[in-house]
Protein backbone atom coordinates (compact mmCIF):
# COMPACT_ATOMS: atom_id res chain seq x y z
CA UNK A 1 0.00 0.00 0.00
CA UNK A 2 1.60 3.51 -0.93
CA UNK A 3 4.51 2.20 -2.79
CA UNK A 4 2.48 3.59 -5.56
CA UNK A 5 1.73 7.12 -3.90
CA UNK A 6 0.68 10.51 -5.87
CA UNK A 7 1.15 13.37 -3.79
CA UNK A 8 -0.95 17.17 -4.17
CA UNK A 9 -0.52 19.61 -1.88
CA UNK A 10 -4.37 21.11 -2.29
CA UNK A 11 -7.02 18.81 -4.16
CA UNK A 12 -10.82 18.71 -4.27
CA UNK A 13 -11.42 15.27 -3.08
CA UNK A 14 -8.64 12.09 -3.03
CA UNK A 15 -11.34 10.21 -3.58
CA UNK A 16 -11.85 11.71 -7.48
CA UNK A 17 -7.89 11.75 -8.07
CA UNK A 18 -7.70 7.72 -6.93
CA UNK A 19 -10.73 6.97 -9.16
CA UNK A 20 -9.25 8.50 -12.16
CA UNK A 21 -6.26 6.38 -11.71
CA UNK A 22 -8.55 3.29 -11.11
CA UNK A 23 -10.18 3.67 -14.22
CA UNK A 24 -6.63 4.02 -15.87
CA UNK A 25 -5.84 0.83 -14.38
CA UNK A 26 -3.75 1.78 -11.19
CA UNK A 27 -2.46 -1.18 -9.45
CA UNK A 28 -4.00 -2.27 -6.44
CA UNK A 29 -2.63 -0.33 -3.34
CA UNK A 30 -1.92 2.69 -5.30
CA UNK A 31 -2.69 5.63 -3.08
CA UNK A 32 -3.65 9.61 -3.19
CA UNK A 33 -2.90 11.61 -0.51
CA UNK A 34 -3.41 15.13 0.09
CA UNK A 35 -1.92 18.70 1.92
CA UNK A 36 -5.50 19.62 1.68
CA UNK A 37 -8.88 19.09 0.40
CA UNK A 38 -11.61 21.69 -0.87
CA UNK A 39 -14.69 19.05 -1.16
CA UNK A 40 -13.69 16.59 1.25
CA UNK A 41 -16.44 13.89 1.59
CA UNK A 42 -17.64 11.97 4.18
CA UNK A 43 -20.39 8.92 4.48
CA UNK A 44 -23.96 9.50 4.08
CA UNK A 45 -23.97 12.83 1.60
CA UNK A 46 -22.15 14.59 4.33
CA UNK A 47 -18.61 16.84 4.04
CA UNK A 48 -15.17 15.99 5.25
CA UNK A 49 -13.25 18.88 6.82
CA UNK A 50 -9.84 18.95 5.35
CA UNK A 51 -7.60 21.60 6.24
CA UNK A 52 -3.93 21.40 6.24
CA UNK A 53 -2.50 19.58 9.22
CA UNK A 54 -4.65 16.63 8.73
CA UNK A 55 -4.01 13.37 6.90
CA UNK A 56 -6.52 12.95 3.50
CA UNK A 57 -5.42 10.08 1.98
CA UNK A 58 -7.42 7.17 -0.57
CA UNK A 59 -6.45 3.69 -1.24
CA UNK A 60 -7.07 1.77 -4.37
CA UNK A 61 -7.99 -2.02 -3.68
CA UNK A 62 -9.46 -4.93 -5.86
CA UNK A 63 -10.54 -7.70 -3.68
CA UNK A 64 -13.03 -10.05 -4.60
CA UNK A 65 -16.90 -9.22 -4.65
CA UNK A 66 -17.05 -11.62 -2.04
CA UNK A 67 -14.84 -9.96 0.47
CA UNK A 68 -15.47 -6.24 -0.46
CA UNK A 69 -17.72 -6.21 2.94
CA UNK A 70 -14.69 -6.68 5.26
CA UNK A 71 -13.58 -3.77 3.75
CA UNK A 72 -14.61 -1.03 6.79
CA UNK A 73 -13.23 -3.52 9.05
CA UNK A 74 -9.96 -4.18 7.49
CA UNK A 75 -9.43 0.11 7.18
CA UNK A 76 -10.85 0.64 10.35
CA UNK A 77 -8.28 -2.00 12.35
CA UNK A 78 -5.41 -0.50 10.33
CA UNK A 79 -5.89 2.51 11.69
CA UNK A 80 -6.61 1.90 15.01
CA UNK A 81 -3.31 -0.04 15.08
CA UNK A 82 -1.37 2.93 13.22
CA UNK A 83 -2.74 5.06 16.21
CA UNK A 84 -1.45 2.58 18.97
CA UNK A 85 1.73 2.53 16.96
CA UNK A 86 2.12 6.09 17.60
CA UNK A 87 1.10 5.54 21.74
CA UNK A 88 -2.98 6.96 20.89
CA UNK A 89 -5.63 4.57 22.83
CA UNK A 90 -8.21 4.64 20.24
CA UNK A 91 -11.29 2.53 19.74
CA UNK A 92 -13.70 1.54 16.66
CA UNK A 93 -17.00 2.96 16.46
CA UNK A 94 -19.28 1.22 14.41
CA UNK A 95 -18.53 0.57 11.38
CA UNK A 96 -15.60 2.72 10.71
CA UNK A 97 -15.17 5.74 12.44
CA UNK A 98 -12.30 5.71 15.10
CA UNK A 99 -12.26 7.96 18.51
CA UNK A 100 -9.67 9.08 20.76
CA UNK A 101 -11.62 9.83 23.90
CA UNK A 102 -15.13 9.45 23.03
CA UNK A 103 -14.50 11.51 19.90
CA UNK A 104 -13.95 11.61 16.29
CA UNK A 105 -10.42 11.47 14.98
CA UNK A 106 -10.82 9.65 11.97
CA UNK A 107 -13.51 8.49 9.11
CA UNK A 108 -13.77 6.27 6.54
CA UNK A 109 -15.82 6.42 3.47
CA UNK A 110 -15.30 3.35 1.03
CA UNK A 111 -16.83 3.84 -2.65
CA UNK A 112 -17.13 0.90 -4.59
CA UNK A 113 -17.02 0.57 -8.41
CA UNK A 114 -18.97 -2.59 -9.65
CA UNK A 115 -18.28 -3.39 -13.25
CA UNK A 116 -20.53 -6.17 -15.31
CA UNK A 117 -21.43 -7.47 -11.80
CA UNK A 118 -17.98 -7.81 -10.36
CA UNK A 119 -16.26 -5.54 -7.87
CA UNK A 120 -13.90 -3.15 -10.26
CA UNK A 121 -12.40 -1.82 -7.73
CA UNK A 122 -12.80 0.08 -4.13
CA UNK A 123 -11.99 3.22 -3.44
CA UNK A 124 -10.73 3.28 0.71
CA UNK A 125 -10.97 7.02 2.08
CA UNK A 126 -8.96 7.97 5.27
CA UNK A 127 -9.41 10.79 7.27
CA UNK A 128 -7.24 10.94 10.16
CA UNK A 129 -7.66 14.60 11.99
CA UNK A 130 -3.57 14.73 12.70
CA UNK A 131 -2.08 18.31 13.24
CA UNK A 132 -5.06 20.89 13.80
CA UNK A 133 -6.59 22.11 16.32
CA UNK A 134 -10.10 20.76 16.06
CA UNK A 135 -11.47 23.53 18.71
CA UNK A 136 -11.14 26.36 16.34
CA UNK A 137 -13.16 24.77 13.99
CA UNK A 138 -16.93 25.45 15.18
CA UNK A 139 -18.78 22.69 13.04
CA UNK A 140 -16.85 19.93 14.59
CA UNK A 141 -15.46 20.78 17.65
CA UNK A 142 -17.63 19.41 20.25
CA UNK A 143 -17.67 15.77 18.64
CA UNK A 144 -14.01 15.65 17.21
CA UNK A 145 -10.50 15.71 18.36
CA UNK A 146 -6.93 15.20 16.48
CA UNK A 147 -4.09 13.66 17.67
CA UNK A 148 -2.20 17.00 18.24
CA UNK A 149 -4.75 17.70 20.44
CA UNK A 150 -4.84 14.44 22.69
CA UNK A 151 -0.93 14.14 22.56
CA UNK A 152 -0.54 17.85 23.57
CA UNK A 153 2.35 17.48 20.21
CA UNK A 154 2.25 17.22 16.70
CA UNK A 155 3.32 14.11 14.47
CA UNK A 156 4.72 13.99 10.83
CA UNK A 157 1.71 13.22 8.63
CA UNK A 158 4.07 11.60 6.77
CA UNK A 159 5.07 9.33 9.56
CA UNK A 160 1.27 8.73 10.21
CA UNK A 161 0.63 7.87 6.64
CA UNK A 162 3.79 5.31 6.30
CA UNK A 163 2.21 3.35 9.57
CA UNK A 164 -1.54 3.56 8.37
CA UNK A 165 0.07 2.10 4.71
CA UNK A 166 1.81 -0.52 6.49
CA UNK A 167 -1.16 -1.49 8.88
CA UNK A 168 -3.54 -1.33 5.96
CA UNK A 169 -1.12 -3.58 3.71
CA UNK A 170 -0.42 -6.22 7.16
CA UNK A 171 -4.52 -6.54 7.73
CA UNK A 172 -6.05 -6.42 4.18
CA UNK A 173 -3.27 -9.79 3.48
CA UNK A 174 -5.52 -11.47 5.89
CA UNK A 175 -8.66 -10.41 3.69
CA UNK A 176 -9.24 -14.20 3.06
CA UNK A 177 -9.84 -14.92 7.05
CA UNK A 178 -12.80 -12.92 7.68
CA UNK A 179 -13.53 -14.32 11.07
CA UNK A 180 -9.95 -12.91 11.76
CA UNK A 181 -10.37 -9.42 10.56
CA UNK A 182 -14.44 -9.44 12.27
CA UNK A 183 -12.04 -10.43 15.57
CA UNK A 184 -9.95 -7.94 15.65
CA UNK A 185 -12.71 -5.28 14.61
CA UNK A 186 -15.21 -6.26 17.24
CA UNK A 187 -12.09 -6.72 20.00
CA UNK A 188 -11.56 -3.04 19.63
CA UNK A 189 -15.18 -1.60 19.37
CA UNK A 190 -16.46 1.06 21.67
CA UNK A 191 -20.11 0.85 20.63
CA UNK A 192 -20.13 -3.05 21.84
CA UNK A 193 -22.18 -2.89 25.03
CA UNK A 194 -23.21 0.83 24.83
CA UNK A 195 -26.87 1.95 24.69
CA UNK A 196 -27.43 3.12 20.75
CA UNK A 197 -29.69 4.17 18.75
CA UNK A 198 -29.67 3.67 15.27
CA UNK A 199 -31.84 3.83 11.81
CA UNK A 200 -33.24 0.33 11.02
CA UNK A 201 -35.19 0.20 7.53
CA UNK A 202 -35.93 4.00 8.22
CA UNK A 203 -37.10 3.59 11.70
CA UNK A 204 -35.32 4.35 14.54
CA UNK A 205 -34.36 1.98 17.04
CA UNK A 206 -32.85 2.35 20.39
CA UNK A 207 -31.26 -0.79 22.10
CA UNK A 208 -27.67 -2.18 23.52
CA UNK A 209 -25.53 -3.19 21.26
CA UNK A 210 -24.15 -6.79 21.80
CA UNK A 211 -21.65 -7.85 19.39
CA UNK A 212 -20.94 -7.67 15.52
CA UNK A 213 -22.22 -11.11 13.51
CA UNK A 214 -20.21 -12.99 10.92
CA UNK A 215 -21.22 -10.36 8.45
CA UNK A 216 -20.63 -7.26 10.06
CA UNK A 217 -23.85 -6.30 11.20
CA UNK A 218 -24.62 -4.39 14.55
CA UNK A 219 -26.60 -6.59 16.69
CA UNK A 220 -28.54 -4.57 18.89
CA UNK A 221 -31.18 -5.78 21.40
CA UNK A 222 -34.46 -3.85 22.37
CA UNK A 223 -35.76 -2.99 25.53
CA UNK A 224 -38.63 -6.11 24.52
CA UNK A 225 -35.94 -8.72 24.08
CA UNK A 226 -35.84 -8.99 20.60
CA UNK A 227 -32.73 -8.40 18.33
CA UNK A 228 -32.39 -6.33 15.36
CA UNK A 229 -29.34 -6.13 13.17
CA UNK A 230 -27.78 -3.01 11.18
CA UNK A 231 -26.69 -3.42 8.28
CA UNK A 232 -25.65 -0.22 7.25
CA UNK A 233 -25.92 3.40 8.12
CA UNK A 234 -24.99 5.15 11.44
CA UNK A 235 -25.40 4.67 14.64
CA UNK A 236 -25.67 7.33 17.83
CA UNK A 237 -23.92 5.62 21.43
CA UNK A 238 -25.67 7.42 23.82
C1 LIG B 1 -16.87 9.99 7.31
O1 LIG B 1 -16.58 9.86 8.49
O2 LIG B 1 -17.98 10.43 6.97
C2 LIG B 1 -15.87 9.60 6.26
C3 LIG B 1 -14.82 10.64 6.00
C4 LIG B 1 -13.80 10.24 4.96
C5 LIG B 1 -12.81 11.33 4.67
C6 LIG B 1 -11.71 10.89 3.74
S1 LIG B 1 -10.40 12.06 3.64
C7 LIG B 1 -9.72 11.20 2.31
C8 LIG B 1 -10.86 10.80 1.42
N1 LIG B 1 -11.24 11.87 0.53
C9 LIG B 1 -12.47 12.32 0.77
O3 LIG B 1 -13.04 13.23 0.14
N2 LIG B 1 -13.02 11.63 1.79
C10 LIG B 1 -12.11 10.63 2.30
Redesign the pocket.
Known sequence: MGRELRYLAVTT???DIARELAEEGAPEGTAVIAGE?QS????MG?S?L?PSGGL???IILRPPLARAYLLPAVSSVAVFSTLANLGVKAGIKWPN?VLIAGKKAC???IENALKAGELGYSIV???INVNFDTGSYPEIADIATSLSVQLGHEVPVGEVALQLYTELEDTYSKIDDPDLIISAWSQNMVTIGRRVSADFYGNRIDGTAEGVNRQGNLVVRLADGSIKEIVAGDVTIK
Request: no cysteine; hydrophobic share 25%; aromatic share 4%.
Open positions: STQQGRGRRWSATSDGILGIG
